[in-house]
């Protein structure tokens, strides 16, 4: 059965202080590795797709990668405004495009 | 470029009740994706539809159905209401093959009471 697990669950950093997140998946035949941000009450905000191990996609203070069995999401010196949920999302095989979600990182930075 | 729009934002009704939530997709896209977010289990994919027609369905009951007109506009509606169903649904929008990332709305807030 297709799954994905974030670690941590909650994670608290100062304004500056880099870290990554985990997401580790089992799926067959990923056709695709998503990683959202979602602020309270709103729906989540598409960042990046990862499609294949050793691809990495940037944006601004964020970084993703890609392996056979997980992806990491890097912080490099977060500001307060990063503060939110992060959420990972397989696609897996099979005419369906349907996402399968971990339950995602909250993460706070604190000035 | 518009995005995806849901209506209502916020709904409560009570238990027995039913209820009709509606989605507008991105222009262009013909697919459109309903998730259930609730803080217990976060994401879970209720149904897909493409050009009309279900194309996949989660593991829901019956009591939750969908439909897409043609205009790729979705609706989803919940029958006989339970406590349980207070979630936010999300709606995504969607190409349907290639890199097709999701692009969800805002939301609908449904409170059962």
């Known amino acids: 059965e297709d799954q994905v697990t974030q670690s941590p669950e909650a994670l608290r950093l100062q304004e500056g202080e880099s870290s990554s997140l985990n997401c580790s998946y089992t799926v067959s035949g990923l056709r695709g590795l998503f990683w959202y941000r979602q602020d309270p009450g709103k729906g989540p905000e598409f960042l990046f797709t990862?499609?294949?191990a050793g691809e990495e996609k940037e944006k601004e203070r964020l970084k993703a990668t890609l392996t056979k069995k997980e992806s990491f999401l890097h912080i490099t010196a977060p500001k307060p405004e990063d503060s939110a949920t992060y959420l990972c999302?397989?696609?897996?095989?099979?005419?369906?495009?349907?996402?399968?979600f971990g339950t995602g990182t909250l993460l706070a930075v604190q000035p | 470029k518009a995005g995806v729009t849901q209506t209502p934002r916020y709904l409560i009704k009570t238990r027995g009740q039913q209820v009709t939530l509606s989605c507008s997709p991105i222009s262009g896209h013909r697919s459109v994706s309903w998730y259930q977010q609730t803080p217990g289990q976060g994401l879970q994919f209720l149904f897909e539809?493409?050009?009309?027609?279900?194309?996949n369905k989660g593991n829901f009951p019956g009591r939750f159905s969908g439909r897409q007109f043609s205009n790729s506009r979705s609706e989803m509606n919940v029958s006989t209401l339970e406590l349980g169903d207070s979630a936010l649904y999300l709606c995504a929008s969607h190409w349907t093959s290639g890199k097709n990332e999701q692009f969800f709305g805002p939301g609908t807030r449904l409170t059962v009471l």
């Open positions: 990862l499609y294949s």
């Open positions: 999302a397989v696609r897996g095989g099979g005419a369906t495009n349907k996402l399968i």
């Open positions: 539809y493409f050009s009309e027609t279900q194309r």
